[in-house]
């Protein structure tokens, strides 16, 4: 699916660019056979506040990080692919004729699209999406209708606008997790009708996704995440918020860090973990996941897969979508292990150029 009107249908190779809360993620991949190789790939921090919870508060100042990412990857791509949250979009599933031509389609759904979404619909981006014969009438088929405030997808646009790059694809971050997922779950064992919970653990959000036979059956977000660690070393150690993040990934900090802040740090993400599967629970027919995959920056922290198994009693994997793919040369590979927990996104987004 295109997603709010901007795929232009051509596959060609596009950049990935995840824009979280505090951080822009750049990522480029091509495609031999069945085979992907990173091409390039940059992080760059954002200042505080101009992205707050997944809205873009200034495009500007973010429009110039992703300009200095660009540069420092020194990928000659212009084409670009971004995501909304899921929390900003609505999906419907609704039957339609199976004879209509994708245009005809399209119009009947503009034309009815206000029985289903709960905005003004000139204030929403409208897409949709076949997704095969309808199980109830042979002679309809099932379509994904997706919808998000206009504003959302505009900011967007706009900003990779400033930034001199082209918007290709305005896609849904549930979406793109999932088909980064897939990579994922070519490397799990027992690949059917497998439920995994796919915990993205950033700065200020976790996220869970749950995926049965990698589709998408429940995500759920929450503001929690390593944040939370690099104030807590600021304040105990008069630390600068860049000195903490540093010290929190290359160590150095006086004996008492380990038992005192980042064992109950370690704690607080279990319970956290805990605590969104048991939300899943209570909201599903399901009541057991077969497998945690840990996403996200706060993954990549020494021993969290291990204490996660412990305490939960689930198999538990820190995700690497670049396990299966070769590294070209000009791509730092130490600084890609390490960042790779925290790249699904983006990986999902650059996955688009081959769709
Ligand atoms: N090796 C590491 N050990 C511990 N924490 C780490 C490590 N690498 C990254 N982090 C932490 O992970 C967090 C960033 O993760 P990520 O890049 O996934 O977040 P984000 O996507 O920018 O934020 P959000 O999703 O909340 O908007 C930071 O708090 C960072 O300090
Ligand atoms: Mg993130």
Redesign the pocket.
Known sequence: MGFFGLFDNKTKPMLGL?V????V?LLELSRQGDSYRVENYAVRPLPPNVVVE?NINDVEAVAQVVKAVVQSSRSKLKDAAVAVAGSSVITKLIDMPGDLSEDAMELQISLEADQYIPYPLEEVAIDFDIQGPSAKNPEQVEVLLAACRRENVDIRSTMLELADLVPKVVDVEAYTLERAFALIQEQLEDQEEQVVAVV??????TTLSVLVDGKTVYTREQLF???Q??EEIQRRYGLSAEEA?LA??QGGLPDDYEPEVLEPFKEAVVQQVTRSLQFFFSSSQYNDVDHIVLA???A??TGLAGLIEEKLGTSATVANPFANMSISSRVNASALA??AP?LMIATGLALRSFE
Do not use: H, Q, W
């Open positions: 995840d979280s809360s505090t951080t993620k997944k993205d653990i950033g700065a200020t959000m995440g390593g944040r660690l690099t993040g929190k990934k996200g920056g706060v990549s922290m390490n960042d925290s």
